[in-house]
């Protein structure tokens, strides 16, 4: 009566509500909509509530069809959240069996739509999982299991909610990739393991010495173990079918931990069938299958044969009314085609199955079944009832109408199952494209943010390498407009002195012009005066001539009267002398005008001579001004430059400090640590670094000798040269520091503390040098010869380090090989020979199984022997190869010598493989007789699979790639690791057949004899397992003293000889 009570109160009158508004004028289909929603609701209320009883198969079925009805778990997730999850346990509890149904008979859409709740899930089960008892723990478990399940379902979409698969399916699923097949078992694993973990949690909150599971608290907590069952049969059996596929692609060595879980599953899971299947809740509902008695044999493939894939088998029972009458009701939604329609008389029967009836008159009469009293609820129910009929009979004409349409639809659903399993098959594809697309992407992702990473650095690399180009094209167009200007002024230089030359010579023409002209004045003022000279001379003596003529005139004039005569003659004489005089005049003045032109000759002659010679030495001055200027320009270029080739030379030592001081921060950055480097590459370090140290020496020199008066040109390549030694030793040095460290990582302490001290000294004075070669002054100064003996130091260190080998002659280490060889032909045929003996033997002396188990191990090691020998032979033709194609005009021996790292690996390999074969003769030698251990025969096989590896290594790390005799070693190595791989197979079938078994009948004993055997047994595994961890720790010693005695063997340890 309060499940009643509860029930009507969670959902209040909800279907007069319902059918009043059908009545309505709404759309038929918000009305059909708003009903489902409804309708799933109230079914939900009901199914997940607060009362400790199992969920009614009823309401869980239309949660289910629900589903399916809207293709997807919406509607559900609305109701859902409203629920007090988080404040209930029980509710939680039924929450999770009500979910764990819909994944698995759901809608496929109900994973897709329910991931979304993934975080609320598992905040959820964290929160349960602080409770340690009750159904907290338990909620904790189970929500854990359903997030797995949807995890798992996401991951691997091919597999249905109900896990069924055929086996083309379950091949499908691993796209036949025995990688997605590894994977996959292993999802599958812990998909189990938190099934096995429901299992025992709900198994240990129940007191299994009472019969809960009669009760209704206790068949709450059972019944969701039923969906658990029907989950673990199928993943038990496509585990053991993956691990059978997986056996038959991968060594069984790798497949190790795969088995060990599956034991440990198997004996739970097999327990907990066997607990489940005596429960009197479970024999009415489920049969139980029982798991076979031992797992199966995974390294025998034809125990797949063997395997029986657990059925779970639900009884098909008579349904129950609350499953008739719910059908009824969700038949609007879904209708069955292969039903036929029943009456609707049938379904009174089962109402009145259902409720019961205690009189003819009254059918819905609950008086007497639950003691109440006819109330309002009676008369709503019977109005309901009547309601119900109506419906029915509603439903009635709907079915007689959909049998008339099923035929039609069944064509067309036919139709539609072929395109949708057409399409599945598209989209199982695409899907399983995707994820392969989805793994390149990552990848790509992964190579893109490592390109990235590198093009970050390779940016700033280039940045700094296009400033040091920008600075260099810089100095560059300096230096080529300077010689462009030195040209340009050389240029005018010349035309200015062939100007000068010009002028110098007009100047000459000029001055001989005046020098002629001053010679012909002079001549000319010479003639003039001696003319002048003799014109006053005649002048003087026509004056004393007249003087006298007047003297003579005055003694005529006297006498005149004395002669007439005589003065006629004297008038005519007087004429005479005076035409004379204005001939002398006329002359005089002929020669003045000429004596005057030859004057003002001069005097223009004069003024454009000075002319000239002012503006020959205005030009010469501009011309003296110009050159003046160019000097003064080319000086200040030059300073220029020289100041920018120092900065230059500044700037790469500033960078080179940068360099090593960023080695030696590397020194202590905590993931150098895990750096390593080899004696070797570090001495070659050292040995570039000291010859670059000579090229820095030289290159300075060079500078310093241009820098005191050389071309510009000279000057330039100086620099240059000394900027690339610069940073090249900075490089080396700085090379030759992390190498340092990184080889200290490789050997003894107290070497690795002198090494790491003599390369930061390295360090520090190279910082010092460097510091010195930044000022001008000091630069002259450098001494390099603290940073050569640093690094002297350094190399002395390296070579000490250096494996010292066998330290045999010439002729010993190539006779050495020869010698290892054929003694390991010689051990491997000795073998051969000893098991053909101990077969002999054991024939005639052993029986039956005994006889059977000694043939098939004897025989498998023969094979290996067989095997091993083919190896050896085939090494031998490669090396042979080996020796032929690298010696050149060299000898073998010569050849060894000169390889001598490898030629000691070589001598290794081949005692190893010797002595391997040696020991596994006597350890099956001891089997046989039965004295020995099975273990003792497999441990020796792995160790000669382990020594030809080696030898297979040795051989081939210097062959061509191309050479025939390599792929005849390869193919041998393969024979030999499946000849070891039969006789371990051999071994461990023997060691079954031989070892007897325990048949573990307890049927006799009681509770307190099982439980005393139990705790015997707990002890005896925990002493095995206390014996088993010491013994892993002794071997882990046991191969870290082999390492260290094979390092010593090797030249690794061996310790400076100077040190105490």
Not at 413 to 442: P, T, Y
Not at 446 to 470: F, M, P, Y
Not at 769 to 797: F, N, V, W
Request: charged residues 30%.
């Amino acid at each position: 009566m309060d499940r009643v009570k509860s029930s009507m109160q969670q959902v209040p009158n909800p279907i007069p509500k319902a059918l009043i508004r059908r009545t309505g004028g709404a759309n038929s289909l918000e009305l059909e909509k708003e009903n489902f929603e409804r309708g799933q609701a109230v079914s939900i209320n009901k199914a997940i509530n607060t009362q400790e009883v199992v969920v009614k198969e009823k309401h869980a079925r239309t949660c289910i069809l629900g589903t399916h009805h809207e293709k997807g778990a919406h509607t559900f997730w609305a109701a859902v959240n409203r629920l007090p999850l988080s404040s209930n346990a029980v509710l939680c509890w039924k929450f999770c069996h009500v979910f764990h149904k819909l994944l698995r008979d759901g809608h496929p859409n109900v994973i897709k739509d329910s991931m979304r709740n993934k975080a609320d899930l598992s905040d959820m089960s964290r929160m349960w999982g602080h409770l340690s008892e009750g159904y907290g723990k338990l909620c904790s478990i189970y929500l854990k299991l359903l997030i797995t399940k949807m995890e798992f379902h996401i991951k691997n979409p091919r597999f249905p909610g109900n896990l069924q698969m055929s086996n083309r399916q379950l091949d499908e699923a691993g796209e036949n990739d025995v990688n997605n097949f590894f994977q996959l078992t292993v999802e599958m694993f812990d998909y189990l393991e938190c099934e096995l973990n429901l299992f025992l949690g709900v198994f240990s909150s129940l007191d299994m010495s009472r019969s809960v599971s009669v009760t209704a608290a206790g068949q709450c907590r059972l019944a969701p173990l039923i969906q658990v069952i029907l989950d673990s049969s199928h993943l038990y059996d496509y585990t053991v079918k993956l691990l059978f596929k997986l056996h038959s692609c991968l060594p069984a060595d790798t497949l190790q931990g795969h088995r060990d879980r599956f034991q440990e599953q198997f004996k739970k899971l097999k327990s907990l069938f066997y607990r489940s299947s005596n429960l009197q809740y479970f024999k009415r509902l489920i049969q139980i299958p029982q798991l076979p008695e031992n797992p199966p044999n995974f390294l025998r493939a034809s125990a797949l044969s063997e395997h029986i894939s657990p059925v779970v088998v639900i009884p098909a029972e008579s349904s129950s009314p609350e499953t008739e009458h719910m059908v009824d009701l969700v038949t609007e939604d879904l209708v069955d085609t292969d039903i036929p329609v029943q009456p609707a008389t049938v379904v009174e029967p089962r109402f009145d199955d259902l409720f019961g009836t205690s009189a003819a008159t009254d059918p819905f009469n609950f008086n007497n079944q639950n003691g109440m009293r006819k109330d309002d609820k009676d008369r709503l129910i019977e109005q309901l009832t009547r309601e119900i009929q109506a419906l029915r009979e509603e439903l009635e004409s709907f079915r007689l109408e959909s049998g008339r349409l099923c035929q039609a639809l069944r064509g067309r659903v036919n139709e539609l199952e072929a395109e949708l399993a057409e399409q599945s098959h598209l989209r199982m594809q695409a899907l399983g494209e995707s994820e392969f697309l989805r793994a390149e992407l990552d990848d790509l992702r992964r190579v893109k943010e490592d390109t990235e990473k590198e093009q970050r650095s390779l940016t700033e690399i280039e940045r700094k390498a296009v400033a040091n180009e920008q600075r260099y094209v810089k100095l560059k167009e300096k230096y080529t407009e300077l010689v462009q200007s030195h040209a340009d002024l050389l240029r005018k230089n010349a035309e200015v002195t062939r100007q000068m030359t010009v002028a110098r010579a007009a100047q000459d023409e000029v001055d001989s012009v005046r020098r002629e002209m001053q010679e012909k004045v002079k001549a000319a003022q010479e003639a003039a005066e001696r003319r002048e000279q003799e014109q006053v001379e005649q002048l003087q003596e026509l004056q004393r001539e007249l003087i006298s003529s007047r003297v003579e005139l005055d003694t005529l004039k006297s006498t005149m009267a004395s002669s007439q005569q005589s003065s006629e003659e004297l008038s005519s004489q007087l004429s005479t002398v005076e035409s004379e005089k204005v001939e002398l005049a006329g002359s005089l003045l002929k020669k003045e005008e000429e004596l005057a032109g030859l004057g003002e000759e001069l005097d223009r002659v004069q003024s454009s001579l000075a002319s000239e010679r002012e503006s020959g030495v205005k030009t010469a001055e501009a011309l003296q001004n110009q050159l003046n200027e160019k000097e003064s320009r080319e000086q200040a270029l030059e300073s220029q430059l020289v100041a920018a080739r120092w900065s230059t030379l500044q700037g790469a030592v500033e960078e080179a400090e940068r360099i090593v001081q960023d080695s030696l921060a590397q020194l202590d950055d905590p993931a150098h640590i895990s750096c390593t480097s080899s004696a070797d590459y570090l001495a070659s370090r050292c040995q570039a670094s000291l010859d670059c140290m000579d090229r820095l020496h030289s290159a300075r020199d060079g500078y310093l000798a241009d820098n005191t008066g050389q071309k510009v040109a000279v000057q330039s390549d100086s620099v240059s040269e000394l900027v690339r030694a610069v940073t090249h030793l900075a490089h080396l040095v700085g090379d030759t520091i992390v190498q340092g460290s990184a080889t200290s990582h490789m050997v003894p302490v107290e070497q690795a503390d002198a090494l790491s001290d003599s390369v930061k000294a390295c360090g520090a004075e190279a910082l010092a040098l460097l510091g010195q070669m930044k000022e001008q002054e000091s630069l002259a100064t450098a001494d390099s010869a603290t940073l050569r003996a640093a690094l002297d130091g350094i190399l002395a260190t390296a070579e000490k380090l250096r494996p010292r080998g066998l330290e045999l002659q010439q002729g010993e280490l190539g006779d050495l090989v020869e010698q290892e060889m054929a003694a390991t032909s010689a051990a491997v045929e000795s073998a051969a020979a000893r098991i053909e003996d101990m077969l002999d033997k054991s024939r005639a002396v052993d029986t039956g199984v005994k006889m059977e188990v000694n043939e098939r191990i004897l025989a498998s090691c023969t094979d290996l022997m067989q095997a091993i020998k083919e190896l050896v032979l085939s090494s031998k033709d490669l090396q042979r190869d080996i020796v032929d194609s690298g010696r050149g005009a060299a000898s073998m021996k010569e050849f060894y010598v000169k390889n001598s790292r490898w030629t000691e690996g070589l001598i290794s390999a081949s005692k190893a493989v010797g002595w391997g074969a040696t020991v596994l003769v006597d350890a099956a030698d001891l089997v046989v007789q039965g004295k020995g251990k099975y273990e003792e025969l497999m441990v020796c096989s792995h160790e000669i699979a382990a020594s030809t590896a080696q030898l297979v290594a040795a051989s081939k790390v210097k062959a061509d790639k191309d050479n025939a005799n390599l792929g005849r070693l390869k193919l041998a190595s393969k024979g030999v690791t499946q000849a070891t791989a039969g006789v371990v197979a051999s071994t461990k079938s023997g060691k079954s057949q031989i070892e007897e078994k325990d048949t573990m009948d307890f049927s006799s004993m009681t509770l307190t004899q099982i439980k005393r055997q139990e705790m015997d047994s707990q002890v005896s595994v925990l002493e095995l397992e206390t014996k088993l961890q010491k013994e892993r720790e002794r071997l882990g010693e046991l191969r870290k003293k082999h390492y260290e005695l094979a390092g010593v063997a090797e030249g690794w340890g061996e310790e400076d000889e100077g040190t105490g």
